[in-house]
């Protein structure tokens, strides 16, 4: 029932921006942890950034601090990353992932319930 469709990734250069969006569908939007990871080749799923309580909650990766952020549109029922500042190191496939219920550690891929397909974002030097 429940399903996240992301889109926006891309090729740019290096100091370019980028808005990535993840569409829901069956869910109740405003009630659920929404998150950001990203998984570049050879590398581990990492966490980027998540929002909950309507945007009273948000926390980011030491490495997209001041550069990247997250927000949500409940009447889209969409969340977007907007991405300044691109580095060559942030490309990676980036995945919307969404929590029913309330976690602590949302810094962890596998508290997730659900997922997207991804969306390749590649940044050129």
């Known amino acids: 029932q429940v399903q996240l469709v992301e889109s926006g990734g891309g090729l740019v250069q290096a100091g370019g921006s980028l808005r990535l969006s993840c569409a829901a569908s069956?869910?109740?939007?405003?009630?659920?942890?929404m998150a950001w990871f990203r998984q570049a080749p050879g590398k581990e799923r990492e966490f980027v950034a998540v929002?909950?309580?309507?945007?009273?909650?948000?926390h980011y990766a030491d490495s997209v601090k001041g550069r990247f952020t997250i927000s949500g549109d409940v009447a889209k029922k969409t969340v977007y990353l907007q991405m300044n500042s691109l580095k060559p190191e942030d490309t990676a496939v980036y995945y919307c992932?969404?929590?029913?219920?309330?976690?602590?550690?949302?810094?962890?891929?596998?508290?997730?319930?659900?997922w997207g397909q991804g969306t390749q974002v590649t940044v050129s030097t």
């Open positions: 992932g969404a929590k029913l219920s309330y976690i602590s550690s949302y810094y962890r891929p596998p508290e997730y319930d659900y």
């Open positions: 929002i909950m309580r309507s945007g009273g909650t948000i």
């Open positions: 069956g869910l109740i939007f405003s009630s659920n942890i």
